[in-house]
């Protein structure tokens, strides 16, 4: 992911921001009284990665086999190939029938609807769309909507008759980019409140070179992290740190439903840093993520 990327993250404060004084509040709302269980998933941006055959992967495995693979591994993926087409029935079922029970995808919604286009003017290629991912059935986890840095304040009108037409059985993310969502108060407000009124979740996305996406605004009791690190840098493990402890914050504030997504340079270092998260989750949460596990090549022994 080349958005907020930066070659040099030496001045960078990567300290997570605070909560957003919503944020406690709203989850409070959804909680239950008792131990709640959360559902956590945790996962990669791709499932084709050939760096991970005879590491993650089996050796001498077969790229057409590669989401079978992946999903013993994990148990969701950013589903960024709807971005660039609709997926034909045939495909989605492939998809739904690859994966073992209790793995989601979280399909990103396709740029001719979130870029080229006004998105009340795109309402018959969303329902096309949510109508194609509804084919996931059980394995559908939350959609969402990357709007470009182009999309401003002043469009939140655009964005509500939008979220209202999305069907309640497709639950849906939004992940915003244009820097007055996050500098103008009253421009915040009014797009929180919309978010919330029609259960719609925000996308926080930890990238180096744009904090300021990092509003740590809840709207649902769902939270999708697109976290961006910089080739296990040692800025990336002491930053899953933190989002550990916002984490178990959130949990006991009332928070349901975790996606995470570990995103690093060509994702050939992503396995690794995903399996620190679920490791120190498990141990701070009191969780049973099961992380992903390296294959061991056995070695031809010699003779003397």
Aim: net charge negative; hydrophobic share 40%; glycine share 6%.
């Amino acid at each position: 992911m080349d958005f907020g990327k930066l070659s040099d993250i030496g001045r960078v404060n990567f300290a997570l921001p605070p909560d957003h004084p919503e944020t406690q509040p709203m989850l409070s709302r959804y909680k239950q009284g008792g131990k709640q269980k959360q559902h956590v998933y945790i996962g990669l941006p791709v499932w084709v990665n050939k760096a991970w055959v005879g590491e993650y992967y089996p050796a001498g495995m077969k790229e057409k086999d590669s989401l079978l693979w992946y999903a013993r591994q994990f148990n969701t993926i950013e589903l960024n190939s709807t971005h660039y087409h609709i997926p034909a029935p045939g495909t989605i079922d492939r998809w739904r029938q690859a994966v073992p029970q209790g793995f989601t995808f979280c399909p990103k919604f396709p740029q001719l609807i979130s870029h080229e286009s006004e998105l009340s003017r795109s309402l018959d290629l969303t329902a096309t769309f949510c109508e194609a991912i509804a084919g996931l059935e059980e394995k559908l986890g939350c959609s969402f909507l990357q709007l470009p840095p182009t999309f401003s304040p002043r469009q939140l009108p655009d964005l509500e008759t939008f979220v209202q037409y999305v069907p309640e059985s497709v639950p849906l993310a939004v992940e915003l980019r244009h820097p007055d969502w996050f500098v103008d108060n009253v421009a915040s407000l009014e797009l929180f409140e919309v978010l919330e009124k029609y259960r719609v979740s925000t996308v926080l996305t930890d990238v180096s070179g744009r904090r300021d996406v990092l509003h740590m605004r809840l709207t649902t009791p769902t939270a999708m992290i697109r976290f961006v690190g910089n080739g296990l840098h040692p800025t990336d493990y002491t930053r899953i740190d933190d989002w550990v402890d916002r984490l178990q914050v959130w949990f006991e504030a009332g928070l349901q439903q975790l996606y995470f997504f570990v995103h690093e340079p060509d994702n050939t270092t992503s396995p690794e840093l995903a399996a620190y998260l679920i490791e120190k989750l498990n141990a701070r949460c009191g969780l049973s993520i099961k992380p992903p596990k390296k294959f061991v090549q056995s070695v031809q022994g010699s003779l003397f």
